[in-house]
């Protein structure tokens, strides 16, 4: 058996027949280790929640395969899949109480009722709903609905945890309380989970792995770190990441000695040819135009850099956020001192190359990252 | 509720009398004539008070009916009878097979799945009579006409209809994860249905059932044709009461007041789900 618990491959999904079908899911392959939360990643309507629904077997896929534990799934009824889900709309039984929910999944367990008793007041002291476990769930507010139906997910024995949103309608405090003591809960225990949410900073806290979903396609697959270093198209460069990055098409102009990204009449960036490795400045002098990219917190003040115009500078108590007009564009900088700039103020702006991402115009795929080629 | 004024309070409560009176005199009045001889009703002018008899009642419940010509053997108890049976037991039976029915339609798209819940609503539409003649002819061919389980059969062309589309809506409107939630915990399909779709739309059901009850005691034509005296419930039997000494009245009237009661009984109980399954359910669709 191989360390991947699921193997997703060559996936589709499509809804309906005819002029009416929507295809939610294109040719989607991914694989997920043993013990591994991922977190899949994306606006509303990118197929998300398809995906999970594939895997737990509620829709059938279009075409492709899915295997968990080393058995191929796709075809099973939910039931023999042996996965958990927690649900977006939470869908708790209404005739019966918090506790009766979550024990309910319990009961092909055959436990006793002790230890049925005594894992549901565990789960319920983990997630804060201990106090509400006699309650029904017509009686108790979205967060605690959406957190009773996360511990019948939990609370259960299964090959692949799988979480849809399952924190959406919680308050900011007690999500983040709640994103430590869930990653605790799972690794502690080997579990393997996947986590659908359009929230990064969840993600970020959460997962070991993200796919970044867009328009049913799979973008990227990769840990938050080199989501942020190398994202590998427009699209996960602009989407990870906040405030966003900054994006601008350029001109490309160099010889052997300087490289210049041009902005718009008198907006250049200029780099001395060495700044990039011989590949890439090859790759960009092929070009006429690119697309370059700079993270807020890469941008940097300096006498000698390119002149900007303060439009708006916010601190927000622990950074401030600077918004320029750049060459008549908008370029949002973070800086983490307190800095008082009035708007209309002239700054420069200087970028170091390693902080640049550059991307293709007309595909958006990643061309360079630093000095390095993408 | 507060800003409305006295001028339409009161408007309200005028037209609501006049509704009330419109339908509920004649009910009124037929109860009144049941306590009354056959001289009395046709007594011109007709007068609201009178002497009260049981008479009536003591004839149909005892089935012997005295006339000027003679004594006349009744069967009323025993239509009554058959009208509780014949009811019962095509509810019971629709609702076994309309249930799962409406299940299937509400959670499952498949081939030629709307024309056929909307042919079996058709029937609904259809006149008696149209299907009448040939289901008489088929019925004699095969041997069930007058018999329960032939009439049972044709109740169903009642009852069906009305609880697979009131019940399906119900099911329409739970959320199909509930379901999903059960079944990924280890549960088989036929599990879920049972343990969580069929509770779960409970009231629904209760309401379908009662008005294809209440419809499949009111049904006269289909009993009429394809029933033998000893298998035709109320309705039918009510007939007899037309005899060739004349048309007894008073008799007439206590049978319907006898026969509309258990059908009241049941509506006054079952009020709450009523309202609350057809507007929960059927309006939706
Ligand atoms: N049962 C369905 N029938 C038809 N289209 C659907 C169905 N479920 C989802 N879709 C469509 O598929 C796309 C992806 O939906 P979904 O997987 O729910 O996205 P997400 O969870 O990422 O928000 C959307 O365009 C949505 O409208
Ligand atoms: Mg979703």
Not at chain 1, 236 to 245: A, H, R
Not at chain 1, 334 to 359: M, Q, Y
């Amino acid at each position: 058996m191989s360390t991947n618990a699921l193997t997703i491959s060559e996936v589709d999904k499509i809804y309906g027949t005819g002029s009416g079908s929507v295809h939610a899911v294109r040719d989607l392959t991914m694989e997920v280790a043993k013990g591994e939360i991922v977190a899949l990643l994306g606006s509303s309507g990118c197929g998300k929640t398809s995906t999970l629904r594939m895997v737990a077997g509620f829709e059938d896929v279009s075409r492709g395969s899915i295997s968990l534990a080393g058995r191929r799934i796709e075809t099973l009824p939910p039931v023999r899949r042996n996965v958990a889900m927690a649900f977006e709309g939470y869908s708790l039984y209404p005739p019966l109480t918090v506790r009766d929910n979550i024990a309910f999944a319990l009961k092909v367990a055959r436990l006793s009722r002790s230890e049925v008793d005594g894992k549901v007041v565990g789960i319920a002291r983990l997630l804060e709903i201990e106090d509400i476990l006699d309650r029904y769930p017509g009686s108790i507010s979205g967060g605690q609905q959406q957190r009773a139906s996360l511990g019948r997910a939990l609370i259960r024995q299964a090959d692949l945890y799988l979480l849809d949103e399952p924190m959406g309608q919680l308050e900011p405090q007690l999500r983040a309380v709640l994103r430590g003591r869930i990653k605790h809960y799972i690794k502690e225990r080997g579990l393997t989970a996947i986590l659908v949410t359009h929230d990064q900073t969840e993600a970020n806290a959460l997962a070991d792995r993200i796919a970044v979903m867009e328009g049913g396609v799979l973008q990227q697959f990769d840990t938050p770190a080199m989501l942020k270093e190398r994202p590998v198209n427009l699209f996960t460069g602009t989407f990870v990441g906040e405030p966003p990055m900054n994006v601008f098409e350029a001109h490309v102009k160099g010889d052997d000695r300087q490289l210049s990204l041009t902005l718009a009449d008198g907006f250049s960036l200029n780099y001395a040819a060495d700044a990039f490795s011989h590949d890439v400045r090859e790759e960009l002098l092929k070009r006429e135009k690119v697309v370059i990219g700079v993270r807020p917190y890469a941008v940097r003040r300096s006498a000698e850099g390119v002149p900007a115009t303060v439009s708006t500078s916010q601190w927000l108590g622990d950074q401030t956020h600077i918004a320029a007009d750049f060459g008549g564009h908008l370029l949002v900088l973070v800086e983490h001192d307190r800095t008082r700039l009035a708007a209309g103020e002239a700054i420069n702006i200087s970028i170091d190359p390693h902080n640049l991402h550059i991307f293709d115009l007309a595909g958006g795929t990643a061309i360079s990252h630093g000095m390095e080629l993408a | 509720m507060d800003h409305t004024s006295p001028l339409e309070t009161i408007f309200r409560r005028v037209a609501l009398g006049v509704i009330l009176v419109f339908f509920l005199f004649p009910i009124f009045w037929i109860v009144l004539m049941s306590f009354q001889t056959n001289e009395q009703i046709l007594r011109i002018p007709p007068r609201v008070f009178f002497s009260p008899t049981l008479s009536n009642y003591k004839a149909l419940i005892s089935g012997e009916l005295i006339t000027t010509v003679g004594s006349l053997k009744l069967t009323f108890m025993h239509n009554l009878w058959n009208s509780f049976f014949l009811s019962t037991t095509s509810v019971l039976v629709a609702l076994v097979l309309g249930v799962p029915a409406a299940y299937a339609f509400a959670r499952f798209k498949f081939r030629l799945g709307e024309d056929i819940a909307f042919t079996l609503l058709s029937i609904r539409f259809a006149p008696p009579l149209l299907i009448l003649l040939p289901l008489s002819l088929l019925f004699n061919e095969i041997g069930l006409s007058d018999t329960y389980i032939g009439l049972i059969w044709v109740y169903q062309l009642i009852c069906l209809p009305l609880i697979v589309w009131i019940v399906r809506g119900y099911f329409e409107d739970i959320s199909p994860d509930i379901e999903h939630a059960y079944r990924i915990d280890g549960h088989s399909w036929a599990q879920t249905f049972f343990r969580i779709a069929v509770p779960l739309a409970r009231p629904g059901i209760a309401a379908a059932g009662l008005l294809s009850f209440i419809f499949a005691w009111n049904n006269f034509v289909f009993a009429l044709i394809l029933g033998s005296a000893d298998k035709q419930p109320v309705t039918v039997g009510a007939l007899a009461f037309v005899t060739a000494a004349g048309i007894s009245y008073g008799q007439i009237a206590a049978a319907i007041v006898l026969s509309i009661l258990p059908t009241l009984a049941l509506a006054l109980y079952a009020q709450r789900y009523l309202v609350e399954g057809l507007s929960l359910g059927a309006v939706k669709g």
